[in-house]
């Protein structure tokens, strides 16, 4: 295989051009997609529509995949691989979720900034998210660059900023849309989880603020002020001049580094228009959220 990398932009957003992710994926390819992802922060590789299995196998080279994806706790039949995160509009029948159905209000979180799984105690690296059918218009997704963000704060701000905690929650963010409708099941299944507001990238060194929907407080702050500072780092991080909007073809793959970007779904017409999308998430496992050396946070 004999991949290329197209810019974007300088810094943010690239394309890898010759990665068919039907074939098995060589070493020094894997290893040109993982630099370009280190500089980057989010690639597309285009290309036709690829099975579950493939999907699944091309993932699981950058390391093992989120196999607990499901948040609802259901006993309706799932319409994909246990590996893979159903991101659709789409029923266990492949017909388009009825505006109330709960689990499309659970998915409109995704229309908030977020980045995936940092309220689960293993948090996601790459999410690869494969295009199999989308709206005529709209329905983007858009991707923001953390590292540039940090980087263009205050001295003063990055100072203040520095050292602190900040307690996730994917029950934070369904709040934000008024969907509290949870189970005590489903709370247990997944408590807080406090991560650094501020943390180095690993595969870059660079410092890259940790922001997400998720963040219902900051550690040792009062709840307003956490809030409202984490509002106004999120304002700060999603100005257009940090946000890469990916206008979808069939068959894309898009991934995004979840250590150093936010990401949210565009709205498009649910009623008329089926928008499947299948998310393999690979996880970061090699870094423990904060709370192994602190209380147990509450929201
Ligand atoms: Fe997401």
């Given at each position: 295989m004999s991949a290329s990398i197209t810019a974007l932009t300088p810094a943010f957003g690239a394309e890898i051009?010759?990665?068919?992710?039907?074939?098995?994926?060589?070493a020094s390819t894997r290893d040109l997609i993982v630099?370009?992802?280190?500089?980057?922060?989010?690639a597309v590789i285009?290309?036709?529509t690829v099975s579950q299995?493939?999907?699944v196998a091309f993932a699981k080279n950058f390391g093992p995949l989120d196999a607990i994806n499901g948040v609802l706790q259901t006993d309706i039949k799932r319409r994909l691989s246990a590996d893979l995160v159903d991101i659709s509009n789409m029923d266990e029948q492949s017909n388009i979720l009825e505006l109330d159905d709960r689990r499309r209000l659970f998915n409109l979180g995704n229309r908030l900034w977020h980045t995936d799984s940092s309220f689960k105690r293993i948090a996601a690296k790459y999410s690869m998210l494969h295009a199999h059918a989308i709206p005529p218009?709209?329905?983007e997704t858009q991707v923001c660059d953390l590292r540039a963000a940090y980087d263009d704060l205050p001295k003063d701000m990055k100072e203040q900023i520095g050292d602190l905690v900040a307690v996730h929650s994917i029950f934070t963010s369904r709040a934000l849309l008024g969907f509290d409708n949870f189970s005590p099941e489903e709370h247990a299944l997944l408590p807080p989880i406090c991560r650094p507001l501020v943390r180095v990238?690993?595969?870059?060194g660079r410092?890259?603020?940790y922001l997400a929907s998720h963040i219902g407080r900051i550690l040792d702050c009062p709840v307003a002020e956490g809030r409202l500072l984490v509002r106004d780092l999120m304002e700060h991080a999603t100005q257009p001049k940090f946000v890469y909007t990916h206008h979808w073809r069939i068959g894309d793959t898009l991934i995004w580094d979840n250590r150093c970007t936010m990401h949210r779904a565009m709205p498009f017409d649910e009623s008329r228009f089926?928008?499947?999308?299948?998310?393999?998430?690979?996880?970061e496992t090699d870094v423990a959220p904060v709370d192994d050396q602190n209380a147990v946070a509450t929201v």
């Open positions: 051009i010759g990665v068919d992710l039907t074939l098995p994926l060589d630099d370009t992802m280190n500089h980057f922060a989010v285009r290309g036709v299995d493939d999907q218009v709209a329905g990238h690993p595969g870059s410092k890259t603020l089926k928008r499947d999308m299948r998310r393999a998430t690979v996880m």
